[in-house]
């Protein structure tokens, strides 16, 4: 009987506690103190908890690497960060800087305005697609079906792989998935 008491009453100031700690902290004329900046509220999300011991989701992968800075900037053009810090597993077909900068010149700048977030969506969600596959394993495939609900094929010319035209340079696993690392910008086919 004691121990159900216990647990009644710590129970109760653990409630108490979290419920007092919760609220909004007061000002002296009794007034309350929003602290929240319209960047702060922009960045809310799984994409943003930071911690050091977890292995690196993809989202944080590319955005470590100097040679990714395009793509994670097309991924917060298009508001896509959360979408890559879920669960997955997913695979992520990473263009480096190089292979954005293939692009005819103007493309990127084009497709990072505002008015064009839904095509560029549309291009970045043609380069995830669900599962955890190594580049070996890739091999056995022939089509892969992406974010975007469209598919794109995948090639094998010796021990080199390719995924909608562009080859796998180098494979990165993340703690949601694999990032791979490739040297062109996979475009989704035309409709």
């Known amino acids: 009987m004691k121990t159900t008491q216990l647990k009644f009453i710590m129970g109760s100031l653990f409630g108490i506690l979290l419920l007092f700690g919760c609220k909004n902290e007061t000002a002296n004329d009794g007034s309350s103190v929003n602290t929240a900046t319209t960047e702060e509220t922009k960045e ?3 994409a ?3 911690d050091n011991e977890s292995v ?3 989202l944080q992968i590319a955005m470590g690497s100097p ?3 395009t793509l994670v900037a097309a991924v917060q053009a298009a508001d896509l960060e959360n979408a890559l810090v879920n669960a997955g597993p997913l695979m992520v077909f990473a263009p480096t800087n190089a292979a954005f900068d293939a692009l005819p010149e103007g493309t990127v700048d084009d497709l990072l305005k505002p008015e064009n977030k839904n095509a560029l969506a549309n291009i970045l969600k043609h380069h995830v697609t669900a599962g955890n596959y190594s580049k070996d394993f890739l091999k056995k495939f022939k089509k892969l079906g992406q974010a ?3 598919n794109t094929t995948v090639e094998v010319k010796g021990e080199d792989v390719y995924v ?3 080859k796998i340079v180098a494979s990165i696993p993340a ?3 694999i990032v791979h690392v490739v040297d062109a ?3 989704p086919p035309s409709n």
């Open 44 to 46: 809310q999300g799984q």
């Open 48 to 50: 943003f908890i930071e």
């Open 56 to 58: 690196p989701n993809v």
């Open 67 to 69: 040679d990714h800075t």
């Open 148 to 150: 975007n609900d469209q």
């Open 164 to 166: 909608g035209g562009a």
């Open 175 to 177: 703690g949601n998935g």
């Open 185 to 187: 910008v996979i475009l």
